[in-house]
């Protein structure tokens, strides 16, 4: 799905007049493009004065808006397929849309994606089929997509872990010479408030900055590390940090596809320009838990929850859709319908899932295979064939 | 595949084995559609909604509200087709809609059936007093049957149990809860440093039963050291794994390494939780049981009893059963803010099993006749033998005996399980000297010992409880008189 150019629509500079706006009222710095009741922002200022502004076309502006509807349908799904006992475990991303597709889509096919394990969104965004990270938390495989084919790794479930592969990777295409014009990579971290605590993540920060690494480091900050809120992970407004690494840190409305996009296309296109790495805080909120095993209102209040369902991402790009006519109910109902027939697709195709043969543990462990592991996996066959029935 | 669909409780957090039903969000005849919302289940990790597997018609509901339901049971059956027409009887082997219990069709598809008894607060995997649900971490044991596929050519487990099979050693693990020596803890950890500790495990030596030697009680190097060279019974738990892989497995540097995993795992769980949790108190008491042998005697040759297995722990256990009447305070349990004091007696017995120490229990057993109590005795053993017992047969004990008599020890200071307030050690009886009738005589004599929970039982609640079965022990027949 073909994109708007933020950065060719910002160096235009059109003449047109336009309403600037650097944030929202009560949160001063937050870049935002599209506020919670629907209303448009023609552009925004970041913190270091960095115009931030989208021109999409209406198709493009419908393509985002299906992007999230199906991003929540299908996430809700494997949400059921957890409670009825077809998955493990799944962490939820319901809330987090916007901050997902609007980054996401940001990306040029040659950049590199390093997720955490509520990427559900951005992997949809890179093309790949939702039901590969299903597999995973069914237990019937290891993730199952190829990184290098899709560009975006595997999900990592160590906290912050991936900031690292991130930094390193970068670091990597710079010293590969792959920076320097527009056709230059770019590679994206992933990682939420919570990982801004871990020691891998200030690392990163030092690495990425002193080898001024192609990297954006995309903070989701939705509020919650599991349960711990996040004025016990930080004293500033995380974007700030940045500073104190020495790469420039903005914080963006994570509820706000459209800023999200913005913003991301913005950061990556200096990355991929040989400008070094920087930060963006996506500022958002969780709706539901942080997985499956747990329960957010033994630690959330309700009011809380409320008034950020009042900033709904989705909400918003409909209203502003129907408002710019650039939508109506019809073509609501069709996304709708698209997502419903998807999920239960989605939903039949996990149920007929096939248990992996035990003995395909040993596959993918090395590369070129390995003289012990054969023999372990001799073994292992022996002992599966010592059993009654046995197939082999 | 069947148009009747029963939905099993999923594992809702990974490793729960239980969930309470919070609440029914729809009753039996709703219609209802995929993803609606049909009930609300807590675990011990959150209250979830659980979203509908199917579309269809609520056929059945398998569990009230409130109760506490195993992973894998049953808790509702939807007709997925209910356009098409009454259910036939050879489908469901019942009368269409409103059914009390699972259809002979859903039952058929399912592992566990639900049954009365499941729900009730217990020992393993049961709830936890108060109601809330035992707190578990990683996977508890799966109780219920394995599926896993028979070893070609392996022998049933009824043979190799069988007596005529030469077994290995005698009885594999010990029942009773080990024995805790003197160490002048009433409760609370055991203070050890990490490399202390370390050696601790690497010598094999439990903490738990040491006396420490250095500041604030805590223990030292050489403490472990000194167990480690000592009397290794005295440090030894009495339970040790089957002694079939004991003999086996020593590797070149003469140690071998257990993994703490299922049964044991969980009665080590459970013993550290009860000993320091519940002030114990143990008191013994030593019986001349000359009188009730003889009665036993006589029982054994009556026609009706000829088939039944009698046993001195039969006498023990209606021994305790007729003192809890008598003392019902003892059947009760610490629920934090509140103790609850039970009219039924679930009377627990420790077996030594091929699987590690299990503790079924008799449901309701003060209700039940003399010979109902040895039938359910009789049945209980040779359920726990063969491996069969339920985790609904382990849960909601109220009272336990152990009967370490049997392993030829004279009485033991036993651990409560949790949940529980008494729990009676009950020694080998021998012949021994006694005073009777004022001549030093040969009598069979045994000695019992019961540890309660002080924050319920005082010790005068607690000698008079022992004192009853001790004189019921002594004269059964009167004691039946004086107190039936």
């Known amino acids: 799905m073909a994109k708007g150019d933020p950065g060719a629509a910002a160096r235009s500079r059109r003449a047109a007049p336009r309403s600037k706006r650097a944030a929202a009222a009560g949160e001063p710095e937050l870049v935002q493009l599209l506020t919670p009741e629907g209303e448009r922002i023609e552009s925004a200022l970041g913190p270091d004065g960095t115009e931030y502004r989208v021109d999409f076309t209406d198709e493009e502006y419908r393509g985002l808006y299906r992007d999230l509807v199906l991003v929540r349908k299908l996430d809700a799904e494997a949400t059921a397929l957890q409670r009825q006992g077809e998955l493990g475990l799944w962490a939820s991303l319901l809330g987090q849309e916007a901050a997902q597709v609007g980054s996401g889509r940001a990306l040029r096919p040659q950049d590199m994606a390093f997720p955490t394990y509520r990427e559900h969104g951005v992997l949809y965004c890179r093309g790949i089929d939702p039901i590969m990270p299903l597999g995973l938390f069914r237990g019937v495989d290891q993730g199952g997509w190829d990184p290098n084919e899709f560009k975006f790794n595997m999900y990592t479930i160590v906290i912050g872990a991936q900031t690292l592969h991130a930094t390193g990777y970068a670091m990597g295409v710079a010293m590969d010479g792959k920076t320097g014009g527009d056709d230059g990579e770019a590679v994206i971290a992933y990682f939420g408030d919570g990982a801004t605590s871990q020691g891998d993540v200030n690392e990163s920060f030092v690495w990425a900055s002193v080898f001024n690494a192609p990297l954006v480091f995309f903070c989701q900050n939705n509020q919650y590390a599991i349960s711990e809120p996040l004025e016990r992970q930080t004293r500033v407004p995380l974007y700030r940090r940045a500073g104190g690494f020495g790469f420039p840190g903005v914080r963006v409305d994570g509820n706000d596809v459209l800023a999200s996009y913005a913003v991301t296309r913005h950061a990556l296109d200096n990355a991929r320009h040989g400008q070094g790495p920087s930060l963006i805080e996506a500022y958002t909120y969780r709706m539901g838990a942080h997985t499956t095993s747990d329960d957010p209102t033994r630690y959330r209040i309700a009011s809380e929850v409320e008034a950020w369902q009042a900033k709904d991402p989705i909400a918003r790009m409909k209203a502003f859709l129907t408002k710019q006519q650039i939508a109506d109910e019809s073509f609501f109902a069709e996304v709708d319908e698209q997502a419903r027939t998807e999920s239960v697709h989605l939903r039949e195709r996990v149920l007929a899932m096939p248990n992996p043969e035990p003995v395909t543990m040993f596959d993918h462990v090395y590369p070129n295979g390995s003289s012990e592991l054969d023999e372990q996996r001799a073994q292992f066959s022996k002992y599966m064939e010592s059993f009654e029935g046995s197939a082999h | ?484």
């Open chain 2, 1 to 484: 595949m069947s148009r009747i669909k029963t939905f099993n409780l999923p594992d809702l957090g990974e490793g729960l084995t239980e969930g309470e039903i919070l609440a029914w969000l729809v009753k039996v005849g709703d219609v209802i559609e995929l993803n609606q919302p049909i009930v609300e289940v807590e675990t011990a990790k959150a209250a979830v909604e659980i979203p509908a597997k199917w579309a269809g018609q609520v056929q059945s509901i398998f569990q009230p509200e409130g109760a506490t339901v195993e992973v894998g049971a049953p808790i509702i059956a939807i007709d997925t087709d209910p356009g098409a027409g009454p259910i036939e009887e050879s489908t469901t082997g019942a009368p269409a809609s409103d059914l009390p219990t699972p259809s002979a069709a859903s039952l058929a598809a399912v592992e566990i059936a639900p049954e009365e008894g499941m729900v009730e607060p217990g020992l393993i995997g049961g709830a936890a007093p108060g109601g809330r649900t035992a707190v578990l971490v990683g996977y508890g044991p799966r109780t219920t049957a394995a599926k896993r596929r028979p070893r070609k050519g392996s022998v049933p487990a009824q043979a190799t149990a069988a007596p005529a099979a030469p077994a290995p050693a005698p009885a594999a693990p010990v029942p009773a809860a080990p024995a805790v020596n003197g160490n002048g803890r009433a409760g609370g950890p055991v203070l050890a440093k990490p490399p202390v500790r370390k050696l601790a495990k690497d010598l094999g030596v439990d903490l738990a039963v040491l006396t420490g030697s250095g500041p604030l009680g805590s223990i030292t190097r050489e403490d472990v050291q000194r167990a480690a060279s000592g009397s290794p019974a005295a440090a030894e738990p009495l339970t040790v794994a089957a002694p079939a892989t004991v003999a086996a497995s020593f590797g070149a540097d003469r140690e071998q390494r257990i993994p703490i995993k299922g049964v044991r795992k969980l009665t080590a769980e459970n013993m550290s939780r009860s000993a320091f949790t519940a002030p114990h108190v143990t008191e013994f008491l030593t019986v001349d049981v000359t009188r009730a042998m003889k009665a036993l005697d006589r029982l054994r040759e009556r026609r009706e009893w000829r088939d039944v297995r009698v046993s001195p722990l039969l006498l023990v256990a209606k021994a305790v059963l007729l003192a809890v009447k008598r003392h019902p305070m003892v059947n009760s349990t610490w629920a934090g803010d509140e103790i609850v004091v039970k009219e039924y007696v679930n009377l627990g017995i420790a077996a030594a099993t091929e699987r590690g120490l299990i503790v079924p229990n008799i449901k309701d057993a003060g209700r039940l006749s003399l010979r109902e109590l040895a039938d359910a005795m009789t049945d209980l053993v040779q359920t726990a033998k063969a491996g069969k017992t339920s985790p609904a047969d382990m849960s909601g004990g109220t009272l336990t005996i152990t009967n370490v008599g049997v392993f030829g020890v004279d009485t033991g200071t036993p651990i409560l399980p949790p949940g529980e307030s008494a729990i009676l050690a009950f020694g080998a009886v021998r012949e021994q000297p006694w005073v009777h009738k004022g001549k030093v005589k040969a009598r069979l004599v045994t000695t019992l010992g019961l540890s309660f929970d002080h924050r319920i039982i005082d010790g005068e609640l607690g000698s008079k409880f022992l004192r009853d079965i001790g004189d019921f022990l002594a004269d059964p027949e009167a004691a039946l008189l004086a107190w039936t």
